[in-house]
């Protein structure tokens, strides 16, 4: 097939369903231009991100999180290459922290999975946080929809790894992973954070160093004390020591995956995540298009309501409803 040269930033391409049709057939420049598509905020990109959106809803997305050191992006790369050896492809979003200076990903996470990019069943994209809150950039999961509609079988996620606030994929992948690797005070952090709260599955890194089976033992103690997952109190969490650079571990964490993915399907949870999933998009959206709104047209409606608020004659929560209306008219 001929590649033509990438639209300019923020525009749809000549063709969008010729588009659609490279992703389907899993082009990897036709995916590379699909996902530039859906980072970009302009109205123009809406209606291919919508169609994409459509054929979205085959992979099982796999979120893997844990703070800084943890030997995430070694576990993602292990996990990959295993799913892989099993006949799957595997799609990764890896969200790196944003350069100060560019604001593009510094793409540490890309140059440690490199000796994946030559697999033709493997499509890797790294993605600048931008500022986002929550471990995940804003256009995460309309990137992870064109994997999903190029049909790949895994989306991992990896978190930027920013700790006491990173949950946000609890509410963008069908399973969960917190990695936590020995010597880093991760339980203490997961206890913190919220992290313990979240995970599907443990995973303890490094195990090859000599405390790595106490960090096993304290996870375990943490989950007995129970009141603690994702509100399916039918899956019994598990905590699996591994050794991602030595492939040890892998092969168990892989099954515990697909066992959760089977869990999943057999007791009707697997839809009501997707639910929450797309519940919050939505809201996530609709804050976007608030924001956008603020920070453009709506910028003299803004400072109307802020100088009547300075002089006293409205109230913060008045104002606030004065400009949701003035927003609402405008859409």
Same mark, same amino acid.
């Not at 005070?185 to 995970?199: H, P, R, S, W, Y």
């Given at each position: 097939?001929?590649?033509?040269?990438?639209?300019?930033?923020?525009?749809?391409?000549?063709?969008?369903?010729?588009?659609?049709?490279?992703?389907?057939?899993?082009?990897?420049?036709?995916?590379?231009?699909?996902?530039?598509?859906?980072?970009?905020?302009?109205?123009?990109?809406?209606?291919?991100?919508?169609?994409?959106?459509?054929?979205?809803?085959?992979?099982?997305?796999?979120?893997?999180?844990?703070?800084?050191?943890?030997?995430?992006?070694?576990?993602?790369?292990?996990?990959?290459?295993?799913?892989?050896?099993?006949?799957?492809?595997?799609?990764?979003?890896?969200? %790196?922290?944003?350069?100060?200076?560019?604001?593009?990903?510094?793409?540490?996470?890309?140059?440690?999975?490199?000796?994946?990019?030559?697999?033709?069943?493997?499509?890797?994209?790294?993605?600048?946080?931008?500022?986002?809150?929550?471990?995940?950039?804003?256009?995460?999961?309309?990137?992870?929809?064109?994997?999903?509609?190029?049909?790949?079988?895994?989306?991992?996620?990896?978190?930027?790894?920013?700790?006491? +606030?990173?949950?946000?994929?609890?509410?963008?992948?069908?399973?969960?992973?917190?990695?936590?690797?020995?010597?880093?005070?991760?339980?203490?952090?997961?206890?913190?954070?919220?992290?313990?709260?979240?995970?599907?599955?443990?995973?303890?890194?490094?195990?090859?160093?000599?405390?790595?089976?106490?960090?096993?033992? %304290?996870?375990?103690?943490?989950?007995?004390?129970?009141?603690?997952?994702?509100?399916?109190?039918?899956?019994?969490?598990?905590?699996?020591?591994?050794?991602?650079?030595?492939? +040890?571990?892998? +092969?168990?964490?892989?099954?515990?995956?697909?066992?959760?993915?089977?869990?999943?399907?057999?007791?009707?949870?697997?839809?009501?995540?997707?639910?929450?999933?797309?519940?919050?998009?939505?809201?996530?959206?609709?804050?976007?298009?608030?924001? %956008?709104?603020?920070?453009?047209?709506?910028?003299?409606?803004?400072?109307?309501?802020?100088?009547?608020?300075?002089?006293?004659?409205?109230?913060?929560?008045?104002?606030?409803?004065?400009?949701?209306?003035?927003?609402?008219?405008?859409?």
């Amino acid at each position: 097939m001929a590649e033509t040269a990438p639209p300019a930033a923020g525009t749809a391409p000549a063709s969008g369903d010729a588009l659609i049709a490279m992703v389907q057939d899993r082009n990897r420049r036709g995916i590379a231009r699909a996902m530039a598509i859906a980072e970009s905020t302009s109205d123009g990109s809406r209606d291919f991100v919508a169609a994409v959106h459509r054929l979205a809803g085959h992979a099982h997305t796999i979120g893997v999180t844990g703070v800084p050191g943890s030997g995430k992006s070694t576990m993602v790369r292990a996990l990959a290459q295993r799913f892989r050896a099993t006949g799957r492809t595997v799609g990764i979003v890896a969200i %790196d922290p944003s350069s100060p200076f560019s604001g593009g990903a510094i793409l540490g996470d890309r140059i440690r999975m490199n000796e994946l990019s030559g697999d033709p069943g493997v499509f890797i994209r790294s993605m600048a946080t931008r500022g986002a809150l929550g471990g995940l950039a804003r256009a995460t999961l309309d990137v992870v929809d064109v994997l999903d509609a190029a049909r790949f079988d895994v989306v991992l996620i990896e978190t930027v790894g920013v700790g006491q +606030d990173e949950v946000d994929v609890v509410q963008a992948a069908h399973t969960v992973l917190v990695v936590s690797a020995p010597g880093l005070g991760d339980e203490v952090q997961a206890i913190k954070a919220g992290v313990l709260e979240i995970a599907d599955i443990h995973v303890v890194s490094k195990c090859d160093k000599p405390d790595a089976m106490q960090t096993v033992a %304290d996870l375990q103690a943490m989950l007995k004390l129970g009141g603690i997952g994702r509100g399916d109190t039918t899956w019994a969490i598990e905590v699996i020591p591994t050794s991602a650079q030595n492939r +040890d571990g892998i +092969d168990v964490l892989v099954d515990a995956i697909d066992r959760h993915r089977a869990h999943l399907r057999s007791t009707g949870e697997l839809e009501a995540r997707q639910r929450r999933i797309l519940e919050m998009r939505i809201v996530k959206t609709a804050e976007d298009i608030v924001r %956008d709104q603020l920070g453009g047209r709506r910028r003299e409606a803004l400072h109307a309501v802020l100088t009547q608020a300075v002089a006293k004659d409205t109230d913060p929560y008045t104002a606030a409803r004065t400009l949701l209306r003035d927003i609402a008219t405008g859409l």
